[in-house]
Every structure is written in structure tokens, then in C-alpha cells.
């Protein structure tokens, strides 16, 4: 029997899996370098997380302070991420990312800006400049829309709200993907020379997260169950300032873009709590009093950052501490301020909604609150995986021959943390490397026939749900698992808190096995749902085992049992692999010295 | 689907949810299988898109607290599309729509270095439009496409709000009009703005880009001026 009698097969010579700012840029590179190219995309086309990407894409453009330029992009980035980051993936990153905004520009993105009719860039976390290029606060959409309407003209095969179980391999190398559409649950083939992973995070093993029902690790999944390796899966970020409540909101972003307005963190007793612990690294970095920290945001050269505009690990942390020291605010967060500007500026409220439009419109509109005259009460939620498929910083090729990662499924560029501002510029330069790579691999693959019986065990396991229709319900599942990653995995870590979400997830794997479902194969959630529980179940256990193995303190990892930074554990990052008996592998991979005129810069810029 | 009807299901309300906390609630504990379309559930996606109580709303938007207490909640799904499943439609030939529209040609650069100068005052317009979160819900509740099912004649608000942004791009050189008046049927609309009054990115759809877009459509082909020059050229 062939192929065709069971699946819809399709050929292509680059498959990108994802459509968000990552996958689309790969594919529209990936065209152009004139590779027959096809795009998966779990939702509508257009819909992918980018779209909540709110404070704007990081490039050292220089457009408001001349001062800024690549090398202290570059040395940023590594700072924030404690050393950890792949030299290589840095300095492409910010040595490239003004010229991926500008073409953007040339693809009718519409961005803010400056007096003198350049693109505008504002202050961020951690960045030393004003560097993040933004419309309002909804640059996501503004990339992701742009990406779009330039990439169906393209020449793209886009293949909308289907979902990938498996990546199809063959002598070791991957020629292809199966999966299923959702409209009718119908089994799919998609043939590839080359296959570009860009599938965003995980943030669904966790209960308080701003991310979608998509982000359930997929990538990192499939990629390790195909054999890739995963890298740096320990440091999961939590970003600072969620909303709270109303408890059908909890989780949901408030951007950094708040306080890089002027927006202030205080506690219940009204105090600015930021200025009371400054970490070393930054400690000529930030302004002694109130006062600097507000001409440093109204763009005076000579001043220094508020302690807001500190890392999202430091201040995540920050929040945590005044939260469980009985400090927070009524419904478990702390205060954020930015209607207090009226006292510094005339038309505060107008200025605060043109600047923050959708988040005046976000607390308005669900928590009946009024931003530019109340306080919001927010707390850290679960945001990004600065971890993920381990890939060459040039190439963006995974382990696994002709399979590729970029943007956030990809490991290496943010290293221990991610700056703000850092994704957006990430998916645009690494989208456009794994696009011309994979394209280029594609031209050369020969074709492989497909393993007929790894395609039929997989689409058992696909299909294995539905001959159990009194199984368990896998939202309890799901649910079950979210709750312990909060609890045991999340902003401060034990040995033994991780030791039982071990355990839980053990119990967990059983579970999801029995899970079951009613109903047809059409559109069903349920189904989709009992689909995921493998790859957050395989994502969790490779955080929790790398987590407990970085026995140190270190950007978003921070353990109780080892409050620190530990010197020997800079010289490694933490390596998960599938081993042979199926079980997870863990490795300690040696960082490469840096480079000696990167050493160079960092020095200079310390 | 054949045979669709509204079922009844019961669910507790806390403080602050939304319709769509009320369907994930459904999904989880009573029908796993009930299909709806979501992802940001802030507002910012524009996939949740169905009727409450008739309206078309985001369900991700709409408070529990707004809807008339003690009184079942309607949720259906968008009555302009055809349904696939429960509240999810085909929406797919908005993307065809689209796909026809000329793409974005922008000038050549203004500087050396490939940049172009331009002012805050002169992309606000174009920015408006660019709020755009294609949630459809326009096309939804556009009498022209819901009642009268004009879609291979008339490409509906989003996608005159979609080359609005285009046509006010500093940047463009483009010219879309001859397809505005002829392919996109944009003298379809009569301009009842209730494409406007339903837009959750608060977008003046009807008065800054249908009527604009009119006017420029009147002043290319219908300007009675233009004819009048026309005619005394015309001499044999």
C-alpha cells in the first residue's frame, strides 16, 4: 500500500515548522534563496505569540543615542546572560539586527518615530541605550503583520491549524514531518531536504504564564525525541510583571515598556523597592535616587537607569521577595506606577495612552482599572525559555543533519537570561540564518525514502487516545502538571522541591498514557490536548533534571540551597540527549573561551 | 456542520472572567471536545472572534460582568463564515482576499544607507489601520457580506482598512484605486459604520478609511471636472 492511501503527502524542499516571527522570517529567507518552501503554522496564519510581543525589537541603530552600536549590544546581551551565551550567536545578533529592522521598514512595517524622521528606540531593561525600535506597545503585531503580507507574496505553501507529532528521519538525518490538520483530523506527510524548528517555547507547563495554549514545548520535543540535542533548559524566565487579577488574567504581560516610560515598582508601604538591592555586575550601571532615574528616562546622557529598568531575573526576584516578606499588594503582586508622571510632565494621561495604548486598554477593559491614574498590581509570570535545541551559531543546525532551530526553541543567544527587546531582534537574525541554511542543505539532500514503520508507530501513538474514550481526562493532566511546575520548579529552586516534581512528572508519564478522549477526530481540543501532554512532560523533565545539575545561582535560575554564582559552574553549559535506553542524558558541555577581541569589549564595557 | 443547535451548559462565574474563561471551563469539565479558536486571551490575536449574545465580540474581551445577569449567555459562532465545527468558522477566504491585493512598493530610499525620513505626524494614519488584529469580526457583522453575500464582489471593511493603511503609507508609490472602485466593490458600503462600532481595536473604520478611500476613488474616475477637461480636449 502506498503513502498516498492513508496520508496526504506534500513535497517541499525546506519545511518550517511555526509561522511566528522566527518561522516566517526563515521561510521568506529560505524562498529567496530560491528553496520550494512550506510553512506549518498551529493557529491562523498571523495569530502566533509574536503578536503579544509588546516593547519593541533590540538594535543598536543609534537612532537617539549615538553612543549605542553593536559592541555594547553585544556586551549587554552577554551581562544579562551571566556568561552563558553562545559568543558566536551574540555578536551575529548584534552586529545584524539593525539591518534586519531596516528591511522590515522596507516591508512596510510602520514603526514610531524620532523628531528627525528616524525609526524611534526606547529603554528597556538592561539595555545601556535607548535601543528598542517599537510601534506603540504592539510591535509583535506589527512584525508578525509585515512578515506576513511580504511572505504570501512569496511563494509560500501555508498550511494553517495543523499540528506536527513526529519528525521523519532517516540514517540519522531529517527528511520530513507527519502530523494531522485540526479542521478534520485528517494524517499528513510533509517531505523536506531541510526542516526549520521555530515553535516558540513552554511556557504551558506552568499555571501562571503569558503564554498561549500553543506553548507547549513542541520544538524542543519533537527535536529530542528525534535525537537533537537540548541546551541551558534551566533557565526558564519569569517575567516580572504580570497582571494578577482578576484571576481569569493572571499572567498575562504587562510590558517592560511600563517602565521604560517612567513607570515605578513600589510595595504596600509605598516604597521603592528596587533601590534596595543592586547586583554587582550593575552596580555603576544604575541611578543613586529617584531623581537621576527619571532624567535617565526622559534621555539625559549623564544619568543611569532606574533600578526598574534592572534585568527581568533580578527584578522578577525582587518582586518575589516583597510579595512573600508581606509587603504585596491585595491580591498577591506589587505596585506599578506610571499615572504618577503627572507630577514630572503637563498631559500625562494623553502621553501615557498614546505610549501604552493597549495596555491602558488591557487593565481597563479586564480589571476595570485606569492605568493612567491608579497603580496596576502585577507579578512575575512564567515568559520565555532562554533554553532549547542546541544549534551552530552560524548555521542555526541543530545535531540532528537538516534539522534546523530559531528563535525561541533555539538555544544559545540569551545564555542564563534574556534581555527584553532580545526576542524580537532574535527571531529576525536567526530566522534569516536557518532560512538561507536550511535552504542551502536542501539543495544538496538527496531524498530518502520515508521508514514506513517509524510512520505507522507514530500515527498508533497519534491516533491511541481515542480507543480509550473512558481514559483520563488530559486537562487534568495538564492541569496537574502546570500546578507542580509552579510549585516546585518555579522562581526559587530546591534540590528537594525538584527532587518530587521528579517524581510527580514520573507519575505524570504514566498518567498521560491512560489519557483518553470522546468524540471525532474534527477539530477536537481534546484530542489536541492529550497530543501535548508528551512534549510539556518531556520539556518539564528536562528543566527539572537540568535545574537540579546547575547546582548555583545564576540569571533566571535561582536556588535556595545555592543562593551563589559558582565559578566552576561558568565554564559549562547543561546538555540534555535522549540516551539509548530512552532515558534522559545530562552533560556538562565546556564553554569555549571567548574570543580574545570579545573579551576585548566586554572588559571595555565593564 | 448539519444539524447544529445550541446546547445548554452551566458554569460557575467568579470575579473578572470572560466569556472565553466560561468555554475553557466547559471544555475542561463537561465537553472536551467543544471547538473554539484562541491564543493571546488579551485582546491582541483576534481569534476568539463569535457572537455573545448576538454581538459580534472578542470572547477573550467580554466580561461576564457586562452581560445581563440571571439570563442564559448566547455564544454562537460567526454567522458570515461557514462553520467548520462549534464556534469555529472558515475564515480562509479573508486570506484570499488579501492575497490579490498589490503589495506594498515602497519608494526608492531617502538616505545613503537605505533609510527613508519620514515624521511621526505623516505614518499616525497609516498606523491606525495597522491596529488591524484580523479578528474579522467587521467582516462579520458587514451587511453586505452577512445578508447580501457579496464576497466575490466586495472584499468587506478589514481589507479596505488593509489597503487604506497601503494607500496612507508615506512610503507607498502603489496605486490601488481601479481595483478599489472595480475588483474590491468598495461603493458597496453605504456606510452604516456598525463595522466601526463593533471594531475592538477601536479603529474609525468608516470616516478615516472607507470615506477617504471613497473620496480618492470619486476624485480619480468621477470627478465631473476631470470629464468636463476631457470633453474640450476631445477635438477631431
Known amino acids: ?7 496526504i503527502v506534500t513535497e517541499h524542499e525546506v519545511l518550517v515548522i511555526g509561522a511566528g516571527g522566527a518561522g516566517l522570517r526563515a521561510a521568506i529567507e529560505s524562498s529567496a534563496h530560491g528553496a520550494k518552501t512550506a510553512v506549518i503554522c498551529k493557529s491562523l496564519l498571523g495569530k502566533a505569540h509574536t503578536v503579544m510581543a509588546e516593547g519593541g525589537v533590540a538594535a543598536a541603530m543609534g537612532n537617539v543615542d549615538d553612543r549605542d552600536n553593536w559592541e555594547v549590544h553585544f556586551s549587554d546581551t552577554m551581562r544579562g546572560g551571566g556568561y552563558l ?37 526606547r529603554n528597556f531593561g538592561g539595555h545601556r541605550y535607548p535601543r528598542l525600535a517599537h510601534v506603540g506597545d504592539r510591535t509583535g503585531l506589527e ?18 491549524e495543523m499540528t506536527v507529532v513526529s519528525l521523519l528521519t532517516s540514517g540519522g538525518r531529517v527528511i520530513g514531518a507527519m502530523g494531522y490538520d485540526r479542521e478534520r483530523g485528517r494524517m499528513r506527510v510533509w517531505r523536506a531536504g531541510a526542516v526549520v524548528l521555530a515553535t516558540g517555547g513552554i511556557g504551558k507547563a506552568y499555571r501562571i504564564t503569558s503564554n498561549s495554549w500553543e506553548y507547549t514545548g513542541d520544538g524542543q520535543s519533537l527535536a529530542y525525541h528525534a535525537g537533537a540535542e537540548l541546551m541551558d533548559m534551566e533557565f526558564v524566565q519569569f517575567h516580572p510583571t504580570g497582571m494578577v487579577w482578576p484571576p481569569s488574567v493572571r499572567g498575562l504581560l504587562v510590558t517592560e515598556g511600563v517602565r ?7 510595595n504596600s508601604e509605598g516604597r521603592r523597592f528596587m533601590f534596595d538591592e543592586i547586583p554587582e555586575l550593575y552596580k555603576n550601571q544604575v541611578a543613586k535616587d529617584e531623581e537621576e532615574g527619571w532624567r535617565y528616562v526622559c534621555g539625559d546622557k549623564n544619568a543611569q537607569r532606574p533600578p526598574e529598568l534592572l534585568t527581568r531575573d533580578h527584578v522578577a526576584r525582587c518582586i518575589n521577595r516583597e510579595i512573600k516578606e508581606g509587603r504585596g499588594s491585595p491580591h498577591g503582586g506589587v505596585f506599578l506606577d506610571i499615572g504618577w508622571i503627572k507630577e514630572r510632565i503637563p498631559n500625562a494621561q494623553a502621553h501615557i495612552k498614546k505610549k501604552l495604548p493597549s495596555m491602558y486598554h488591557q487593565f481597563m477593559q479586564l480589571a476595570g482599572v485606569d492605568i493612567t491614574t491608579e497603580a496596576m498590581e502585577v507579578g512575575p509570570t512564567t515568559h520565555y525559555v532562554m533554553g532549547g535545541v542546541r544549534v551552530c551559531g552560524d548555521t542555526q543546525m541543530s545535531s540532528v543533519p537538516g534539522l534546523f532551530a530559531a528563535g525561541e526553541v533555539a538555544a544559545g543567544l540569551h545564555g542564563a537570561n534574556r534581555l527584553g527587546g532580545n526576542s524580537l531582534s532574535d527571531l529576525l537574525v536567526f530566522g534569516q540564518r536557518a532560512g538561507e541554511h536550511a535552504a542551502k542543505f536542501a539543495k544538496s539532500a538527496k531524498s530518502d525514502a520515508i521508514d514506513s514503520q517509524q510512520l505507522e508507530a507514530e500515527t498508533k501513538r497519534a491516533l491511541e487516545p481515542f480507543e480509550r474514550p473512558e481514559g483520563e481526562n488530559p486537562y487534568a493532566i495538564q492541569s496537574d502538571l502546570q500546578n507542580s511546575m509552579q510549585e516546585l520548579v518555579g522562581i526559587v529552586r530546591t534540590q528537594k522541591e525538584m527532587e518530587q516534581a ?16 470522546s468524540g471525532h477526530r474534527e477539530y477536537n481540543p481534546g484530542w489536541h490536548t492529550a ?30 540551597d545555592y543562593p551563589s554564582r559558582s565559578d566552576e559552574c561558568s565554564k559549562f553549559n547543561i546538555v540534555t540527549r535522549k540516551g539509548a535506553d530512552g532515558s534522559m542524558q545530562l552533560e556538562h558541555r565546556p564553554l569555549s573561551p571567548l574570543r580574545a577581541d570579545l573579551a576585548a569589549i566586554v572588559e571595555k564595557m565593564k | 456542520m448539519q444539524g447544529g443547535g445550541f446546547k445548554d451548559y452551566s458554569v460557575e462565574v467568579t470575579d473578572g472572567m470572560v466569556v472565553l474563561d466560561c468555554i475553557h471551563k466547559i471544555q475542561a469539565e463537561q465537553a472536551p471536545d467543544l471547538a473554539c479558536r484562541w491564543n493571546c486571551k488579551a485582546g491582541k490575536c483576534g481569534s476568539c472572534s463569535a457572537e455573545i449574545n448576538g454581538k459580534p465580540a472578542l470572547m477573550c474581551m467580554t466580561r461576564m460582568e457586562t452581560l445581563p445577569p440571571g439570563e442564559p449567555v448566547m455564544v454562537e459562532p460567526m454567522q458570515t463564515f461557514p462553520i467548520i465545527r462549534d464556534l469555529v468558522t472558515d475564515v480562509s477566504w479573508n486570506y484570499e482576499v488579501k492575497k490579490k491585493i498589490k503589495p506594498f512598493k515602497p519608494r526608492k530610499p531617502d538616505n545613503a544607507d537605505g533609510t527613508w525620513t519620514v515624521f511621526q505626524e505623516d505614518v499616525e494614519r497609516s498606523q491606525e489601520f495597522r491596529k488591524c488584529i484580523e479578528c474579522f469580526l467587521c467582516q462579520d457583522v458587514c451587511h453586505v457580506l452577512r445578508d447580501h ?19 496612507m503609507n508615506p512610503l507607498d508609490t502603489e496605486n490601488r484605486l481601479a481595483d478599489l472602485k472595480d475588483r474590491d466593490g468598495i461603493g458597496y458600503c453605504n456606510i452604516t459604520k456598525c463595522c466601526t462600532k463593533v471594531c475592538p481595536e477601536h479603529i474609525t473604520i468608516t470616516d478615516n478609511a472607507i470615506i477617504p478611500l471613497k473620496e480618492r ?6 470627478d465631473p471636472l476631470t470629464m468636463l477637461f476631457r470633453v474640450f480636449r476631445a477635438r477631431s
Do not use: C
Open chain 2, 217 to 222: 476613488v470619486v476624485d480619480e474616475f468621477y
Open chain 2, 149 to 167: 453575500h457579496k464576497h466575490d464582489e466586495f472584499i468587506g471593511p478589514r481589507f479596505l482598512v488593509f489597503t487604506a493603511a497601503l494607500e
Open chain 1, 502 to 517: 521528579l517524581d510527580v512528572i514520573g507519575k505524570l508519564k504514566v498518567r498521560s498514557a491512560r489519557a483518553g478522549i
Open chain 1, 143 to 160: 512584525m508578525i503583520r509585515t512578515l506576513q503580507d511580504h511572505g504570501v507574496h512569496q511563494g509560500l505553501d501555508v498550511y494553517m
Open chain 1, 531 to 560: 497530543l501535548d501532554l508528551r512534549n510539556l512532560l518531556t520539556v518539564s523533565e528536562a528543566i527539572t533534571r537540568s535545574a537540579l545539575e546547575r547546582k548555583e545561582s545564576r540569571g533566571a535560575q535561582f536556588r535556595d
Open chain 1, 260 to 266: 521604560g516610560e517612567g513607570g515605578v515598582l513600589r
Open chain 1, 85 to 121: 551565551n553562545n559568543q558566536v550567536m551574540a555578536e551575529h545578533h548584534a552586529r545584524e539586527a539593525p539591518a534586519r529592522v531596516r528591511e522590515l521598514e522596507a516591508w512596510g512595517a510602520v514603526f514610531d518615530r524620532t523628531k528627525d524622521g528616524k525609526i524611534l528606540q
Open chain 1, 1 to 7: 500500500m502506498s503513502l498516498l492511501d492513508k496520508y
